[in-house]
């Protein structure tokens, strides 16, 4: 347990649905990110948010919408999805995105399947 | 832009016994971060252990140490005594020490699926 959770573990929705995802962190962390991981691919950053503020999008489709509503929690809502974006999406946390060697620490996951 | 290679996709090694995990990495900067993480089966990423690109003692945390080899760009993770929890896939990551958009961002390699055998 690393304190960061992630709800829920897994989930399976149709390209028309829309659910979120949500992430909260309990380690009093300031910057939360989101994760792409897919299968024979390196972990892809989607998003970034420090102090609440969104510092990065990475060219992300405008069927995921991040909010970060305070420092401990970040959602993912999701949209009118297509099959390849199921994947594991992974939030994490860091006590801010600058400074010294900071680490970043991962919730569990969820995983997506879009059918 | 950085990239993180990876280039065994895949290794395994007898419990008790020593491996060394490879990673190269492509940057023009001088002062950024390397970590190595672990993923295990219950998907759970975990921090191994890290590295300052401006400290010269390569990193060390009990049975894990790397060997960070800067002018080759190689950060190399070493796992003495092998047990079976460390079964997991082993992914390699920088972070630019740098300001702007990319701070904070990292970036990993494809990952190296180690198998521990009894």
Redesign the interface.
Known sequence: ETGVTQTPRHLVMGMTNKKSLKCEQHLGHNAMYWYKQSAKKPLELMFVYNFKEQTENNSVPSRFSPECPNSSHLFLHLHTLQPEDSALYLCASSPRTSGSAETQYFGPGTRLLVL | AQT?TQSQPEMSVQEAETVTLSCTYDTSENNY?L?W?KQPP??????VI?Q?AYKQQNATENRFSVNFQKAAKSFSLKISDSQLGDTAMY?CAF?SGA?G?S?????????TILTVHP
């Open positions: 993180v971060y970590f993480y219950s998907r759970q990423m975990i921090l890290r300052e992914f972070r300001g958009t701070y904070g961002k990292l970036t990993f390699g494809q990952g």
